[in-house]
């Protein structure tokens, strides 16, 4: 049993879009208060930000972020959030059930992003507003003086507009659980008419519509087409968002759920391009993944939970060694149709279903995910390159024809490298990997082989223990003439990189 895989310089899906390593930070649990935002805290700089936190972001080169929500920006006012900060509202927070006390908001945020070395993702409200907010905070944002709402920012100590350039119309408008639930035609009219006021203010930025909420939902992906039938002309991206549980604890279907991603992405390229070709568009709609990850470990934990706290702990999944196993086959997806998927946010960045966990008071720390994340961020950036694979598959009552090997390739033409992106879905046994560099040419030579594994996949990291799961670079790959070989241990991430 072993695996083939052919890649070469000239097989190329696409180039690979930085924000595709994007993250994002709701007001949700302790993303915000005792996640990045923590005044009086000992790592806390003068505005409150965690400097622990903005160096292990910084250490994942996020490329962009998604913010103030999720399910959150549904009933957000963004004016509660900026001025004074003495004067700024606390109010009952719908769709979490927690308080609110805005002393974190939008210029806040810009500050921080500023100091992550990320750019900002705003979500508008179109739950509870409308096409009122859609133009007025662009013009707060992106118009430079003379108005309002501009002159309103620069009274605030922002002289120079913050020039936001990617903005989601509202967030998963398909779902009962959010507030101002829409049908696809309430919701296609209003991100239309949102998109056309907010693109006449400021007509270089860009805009991305709501698809479903997953692929389970139930107009999935009819929502898709009506919502780009009224859409089509007027934004870029289209979203998805998806997360994957092992509550069954079955793990083998579970590492296969990537598996379900590509057929998610496929279906919705396919809706796109229906709806260009019922347009007779020459425009083609990229993807915007902009929630994803595995959450289901908090669940239980959430329900016990009193309302109306401020911060409260939600959505803290403390993440095993096969999580972080599931996320690197899902960053292999992402990558794998980088052609279209030019966007993609890691949901979330800190203590809500994320790669980094605080204490409140005390430290930071990396989560398992934390890895995978990091490693594709900083190594996969370039072109993705047509993963030719010949792997043995395995079956589940759910998923067959799983490859054991989930596997790309990018090529990073400026420093003139290769990085494989591995993972052995295999729980009993290593796989032989034989990879044919063809145009790489005789003379490779391997950088480096990292592998992140461990005996236990439910081990985790945790504040006590924070380095049970870290990856090392004791791979066995060679390089020898054109070829390269590795054995992939059992369920490993493997990341081997070639000059
Ligand atoms: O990321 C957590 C939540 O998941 C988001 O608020 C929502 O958009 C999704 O359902």
């Known amino acids: 049993q072993k695996a083939t895989m052919i890649i070469d310089k000239d097989f190329i899906i696409g180039d690979i879009d930085n924000r595709l390593y994007g993250s994002f930070i709701e007001h949700l649990g302790r993303a915000v208060y005792g996640g990045i935002y923590e005044p009086g805290h000992p790592e806390a700089d003068e505005q409150g930000f965690r400097e622990d936190v903005l160096s292990l972001i910084q250490q994942l080169q996020v490329p962009i972020v998604r913010y103030p929500g999720g399910n959150f920006v549904s009933g957000y006012d963004w004016t509660d959030g900026i001025g004074p900060k003495e004067s700024r509202k606390r109010r009952l927070e719908l769709a979490w059930r927690t308080i609110e006390t805005n002393q974190f908001g939008l210029n806040d945020f810009v500050d921080w992003a500023a100091k992550a070395k990320t750019d900002v993702m705003w979500a508008i409200n179109l739950g509870t507003h409308g096409v009122d907010e859609a133009r007025n905070i662009v013009e707060y944002c992106n118009h430079a003086s003379g108005t309002y709402w501009s002159d309103l920012r620069r009274s605030h100590g922002y002289e120079q507009p913050h020039q936001i350039k990617t903005w989601c119309l509202g967030n998963e408008m398909d779902g009962p659980w959010q507030i101002g639930q829409k049908t696809a035609t309430e919701y296609g009219r209003v991100a239309k008419e949102s998109a056309k006021v907010m693109k006449w203010v400021d007509p270089t930025i860009e805009l991305v519509a709501c698809g479903s909420s997953s692929r389970n939902m139930p107009t999935f992906p009819e929502w898709e087409a009506t919502v780009l039938d009224h859409t089509y002309d007027h934004v870029e991206y289209l979203s998805m968002h998806t997360y994957y549980s092992n509550a069954a604890n079955d793990t083998p279907t579970f590492l296969a759920r990537s598996l379900e991603m590509d057929d998610f992405i496929k279906t919705l390229i396919a809706t796109s391009d229906y709806i260009k070709s019922k347009k007779r568009s020459k425009k083609t709609m990229f993807l915007s993944f902009d929630e994803w990850n595995v959450w289901y470990h908090s669940r239980d934990a959430d329900k016990q939970r009193d309302p109306w706290e401020i911060a409260p702990p939600q959505l803290e999944d403390i993440y095993t060694m096969e999580d972080a196993l599931l996320v690197g086959c899902m960053l292999i997806s992402l990558l794998k149709h980088s052609d279209r998927v030019k966007m993609a946010c890691l949901a979330q960045l800190v203590n809500v279903i994320a790669p980094i966990m605080t ?62 992106f591995a993972v052995n879905r295999d729980l009993e046994n290593a796989l032989p990997l034989e990879v044919d560099l063809r145009s790489f040419g005789a003379n490779s030579q391997l950088i480096e082989h990292l592998v992140l594994e461990n005996d236990d996949l439910k081990a985790r990291n945790t504040a006590t223990d924070s380095s049970r799961v870290t990856p090392h670079n004791k791979g066995n790959a060679e390089v020898s003439g054109s070829g390269l070989t590795a054995r992939l241990g059992k369920a490993s991430w493997n990341v081997i990189r070639i000059r």
């Open 359 to 420: 204490e409140t008071g005390g430290k930071a720390w990396m989560q398992t995910i934390f890895f995978p994340y990091l490693h594709t961020s900083v190594y996969g950036r370039g072109k993705a390159l047509v993963p030719l694979i010949h792997s043995p598959k395995y079956d589940t009552k759910e998923i067959t024809d799983v490859p054991f090997l989930e596997a790309v390739a990018v090529y990073n033409e400026e420093v003139q490298e290769v990085t494989v």
